[in-house]
């Protein structure tokens, strides 16, 4: 099982970025999907799920309306759509399966609002 996420980066508040995670070992169109982040210094932090299919996402309070997830089970690939960021946005972004949770993440990519 191995996830490679990608994408992240430094941008000014109110920037947009689109962050992947590429996906294999397994078969990634039956798993639902997370996203995570933690930032300097707390605890990791549930950001949004995408179900198996993609026809349902849920989010967190402080990313609702700002961030999208979505998924493309042909290629594998699971995305996160940032836009309106703010600087309590700065932090790792990490991608898991959602059967096995925050263990699966990946090594994550950084995206810094500043």
């Known amino acids: 099982v191995q996830l490679v996420e990608s994408g992240g980066g430094a941008v000014q508040p109110g920037g947009s970025l689109r962050l992947s995670c590429a996906a294999s070992g397994f078969t990634f169109s039956s798993v639902a999907m997370i996203w995570f982040r933690q930032a300097p210094g707390k605890e990791l932090e549930w950001v949004s799920t995408?179900?198996?299919?993609?026809?349902?996402?849920y989010y967190a309070n402080s990313v609702k309306g700002r961030f999208t997830i979505s998924r493309d089970n042909a290629k594998n690939t699971l995305f996160l759509q940032l836009n309106s960021l703010k600087s309590e946005d700065t932090a790792m972004y990490y991608c898991?399966?959602?059967?096995?949770?925050?263990?699966?993440r990946g090594q994550g990519t950084q995206v810094t609002v500043s």
């Open positions: 898991a399966r959602g059967d096995r949770g925050a263990s699966s």
């Open positions: 995408v179900s198996s299919s993609g026809g349902n996402t």
